[in-house]
């Protein structure tokens, strides 16, 4: 299949970034990093999670945050929800597109929420019924699809029947998530033919984490199979808190470079984007993960 002449990147630092940071960001420094990301050409940003401070306490300013961001037009700000109590703070927030989140692991699900697959699945409906009466656009994360820290491999079944319920549900988009990183081109090749058979390809997204420094192979393995959306994090942020030695999210950075390079739109100013990278690494006190931005800074 051919490669597209548009690439659409869902910017998922500011929540699945920072919400594995040892210590808490600033308000102010999360507010700034979201204006810098949508000053850059990036139409679809993640800003934070409305799941309970308890679980996640990085981000329990989601409400000031979203109060605080300078809303650009035609720049999406989605959120992050647990259940229907998440959903309608994020509501009254202004929150005006929301995303939900499974596994396709039942063991990775139950360390993570608290709940198995089918429990959190049940615990969506009304989400996503709300949000269809609200007007509300809702995405859907599987993770795990390529392999679980608990139970090792999952099978590729559980990732079809896991998308195909988030979508039948309403979930507009489905992000296909390699939360270790253990994946490879074939692997996330085969494992998007098997999910695109239920969920239209059209309605999917991938979403690759680089422990060990695959995702860039990955997302071009899954563009060549059709996918046209990809989820990244400035500076490479991110990681799995429940997987020892998962490395950070693939890049934005990395991924633009490549994708630029090949000659794919993304609508990004790579400069900018570099600096923002760049200004966050110093915010976090720690270098890049970014290899573009550590090689145009020559560190």
């Not at 960001?25 to 308890?54: M, Y």
């Not at 945050?65 to 959903?87: E, F, H, T, W």
């Not at 507009?172 to 996330?188: H, M, Q, Y």
């Not at 633009?256 to 110093?282: F, P, S």
């Amino acid at each position: 299949m051919s490669l597209p002449a548009r690439v659409r990147i869902v910017e998922v630092g500011p929540r699945d970034g920072l919400q594995n940071e040892a210590a808490p960001v600033a308000t102010c420094d999360k507010i700034a990093l979201i204006d810098r990301l949508s000053a850059t050409g990036l139409d679809c940003i993640e800003a934070t999670s409305f799941v309970s401070p308890k679980w996640v306490p990085q981000l329990a300013d989601a409400a000031d945050v979203m109060a605080g961001i300078r809303r650009r037009d035609g720049v999406a700000y989605p959120v992050l929800v647990p259940n229907l109590q998440g959903y309608e703070r994020a509501r009254a927030a202004g929150a005006d597109q929301v995303s939900v989140f499974s596994a396709a692991s039942d063991a990775f699900n139950r360390r993570n929420t608290n709940a198995g697959v089918d429990e959190s699945l049940a615990r969506f409906a009304p989400v996503v019924e709300r949000a269809a009466a609200d007007g509300v656009r809702v995405r859907g994360y599987v993770s795990t699809v390529l392999g679980c820290p608990y139970q090792g491999e999952v099978p590729v079944a559980e990732v079809v029947r896991v998308a195909a319920a988030l979508h039948a549900m309403g979930c507009r988009e489905v992000s296909l998530g390699d939360t270790i990183g253990v994946g490879t081109p074939t692997a996330a090749r085969a494992m998007l033919r098997a999910v695109a058979d239920a969920v239209p390809m059209p309605a999917l997204a991938v979403h690759f984490h680089d422990t060990y420094g695959q995702a860039l192979a990955n997302v071009l393995a899954c563009l060549e199979e059709g996918v046209r959306v990809v989820d990244a994090a400035v500076s490479g942020t991110g990681g799995c808190p429940y997987a020892r030695g998962a490395s950070g999210n693939l890049a934005t950075e990395d991924l633009v470079y490549m994708l630029h390079g090949m000659g794919i739109e993304t609508g990004v100013d790579l400069d900018a984007l570099v600096d923002t990278g760049a200004w966050l690494a110093g915010i976090l006190g720690r270098q890049t993960s970014s290899r573009v931005t550590r090689a145009r800074r020559g560190s």
